[in-house]
């Protein structure tokens, strides 16, 4: 836990002090190792997914468990932001969002607002901006840093290679849908614990109440209390959202999409805070133990 931590921190902080290097976050040879599977081998999709997937991770966990203890813990914890900074994102967030708030023209905005999912004409819905805020931070700091946690530099890849198979243009086939949206179920799955953490510290962050509600509505609505679809993130971070900015007198005044973007990430970044206090505290409770 403490190597997550640590990890954690510096990826951050090289991914803010040095913003550049967010263009070595590059997957080119992901699809072109799918397409060389895909010639190797006509399997159904689940073992199609187990062709790709598991043979960058095993060679990956080679190198994690050749690396445990080595040179007094450095050389795991090198390995760690190495991969945990190249898994992160693959895009930043918080860059992304300043970037739709300054864009200077329409096509600089249009782009900010496509890479954020949102639609590049009009004005930006207030509903649409939080739930795209939030499920791109699932995807890129969530999911990534708790599999990280869980299963070190191989969880936070592994995540990353089955988000991108399914989701991410140039990266997921569109012509092959049965392996895309095996792709994508595994992905939603593999979402679901990160997305009712971030839903929990949401709660402690913001308005536990608003949040509390929230969760158990769309649960009702849907009449299932377990699904893979993480809406209930979204409902409760629109209602977070809602909350704060009915707290602030300026934000009312300014009410809009922007409005609602930023507060959204300022949502997350305070979900941020909270897991890493919650990391914190895990490695005292080591060190006393």
């Known amino acids: 836990m403490g190597l997550t931590l640590i990890a954690a921190v510096i990826a951050l902080v090289v991914g803010h002090a040095l913003p550049d290097l967010g263009r070595l976050r590059r997957f080119d040879w992901l699809p072109a190792w799918a397409r060389l599977v895909d010639r190797r081998a006509d399997a159904a999709p689940w073992l199609s997914v187990l062709l790709v997937v598991v043979?960058?991770?095993?060679?990956?966990?080679?190198?994690?468990?050749?690396?445990?203890?080595?040179?007094?813990?450095?050389?795991?914890?090198?390995?760690?932001?190495?991969?945990?900074?190249?898994?992160?994102?693959?895009?930043?967030?918080?860059?992304d969002v300043e970037a739709v708030a300054t864009a200077p023209d329409a096509d600089r905005r249009a782009s900010a607002l496509e890479s954020l999912g949102l639609p590049i004409a009009g004005a930006i819905s207030p509903t649409r901006a939080v739930d795209a805020v939030f499920t791109e931070a699932l995807r890129r700091w969530f999911a990534v840093l708790f599999w990280f946690a869980v299963l070190g530099p191989v969880g936070a890849l592994g995540y990353r290679m089955i988000a991108l198979l399914a989701r991410r243009e140039g990266v997921a086939d569109p012509g092959d849908s049965p392996r895309r949206e095996t792709f994508e179920r595994l992905a939603q799955l593999l979402e679901w614990a990160p997305a009712h953490l971030v839903t929990l510290a949401l709660a402690i962050a913001a308005d536990f109440d608003a949040v509390a509600r929230a969760w158990r509505d769309f649960h009702a609505e849907r009449g299932e209390w377990f699904t893979l679809d993480a809406g209930f993130l979204r409902a409760a971070a629109r209602a977070s959202v809602d909350a704060d900015i009915e707290l602030d007198p300026a934000l009312v005044d300014a009410r809009a999409g922007i409005a609602e973007l930023e507060e959204a990430l300022g949502l997350n970044w305070r979900v941020l805070i909270v897991w890493g206090i919650v990391f914190a505290l895990f490695v005292l409770a080591g060190l006393i133990g």
């Not at 690396?67 to 860059?95: E, I, N, T």
């Open 55 to 95: 043979p960058p991770l095993l060679l990956l966990g080679l190198l994690q468990w050749g690396l445990a203890g080595k040179a007094f813990g450095l050389a795991s914890l090198a390995l760690g932001v190495v991969v945990l900074f190249y898994a992160w994102g693959p895009r930043d967030l918080d860059l």
